[in-house]
């Protein structure tokens, strides 16, 4: 079992950046995959950003360019700097993790990201 635990969510105005980081319980390894995930009211839940084997991303297209996701293996973190930030952003963002090779996904509680115009 991972759990995993997202912080960094808050209201911030258009144009301005906020930074996630999410921190699983155990060690995770480059062939994992971590990202993360949003859900806004009535929409969804829609993959925002992922990192996988070899470092290779992903970006939903309405993001590109804006966000930039990171992770560190050895601590187990993963983080999504958000800059630009607009109010279609806005959503519940949720950590994700599934381990390489397996179908088992765990998902973080979620953090409220708030964006006002």
């Known amino acids: 079992q991972v759990q995993l635990v997202e912080s960094g969510g808050g209201l911030v105005q258009a144009g301005g950046s906020l930074r996630l980081s999410c921190a699983a319980s155990?060690?995770?390894?480059?062939?994992?995959?971590m990202g993360w995930y949003r859900q806004a009211p009535g929409r969804q839940r829609e993959r925002v950003a992922t990192m996988m084997s070899g470092g290779s991303t992903y970006y939903v297209d309405s993001v590109k360019a804006r966000f930039a996701i990171s992770r560190n293996n050895a601590r187990a973190t993963v983080d999504l700097q958000m800059d630009s930030l607009q109010p279609e952003d806005t959503a519940v963002y949720y950590c994700?993790?599934?381990?390489?090779?397996?179908?088992?996904?765990?998902w973080g509680r979620g953090t409220q990201v708030t964006v006002s115009s």
């Open positions: 994700y993790y599934r381990i390489f090779g397996r179908a088992t996904e765990y």
């Open positions: 155990k060690r995770t390894f480059s062939a994992d995959i």
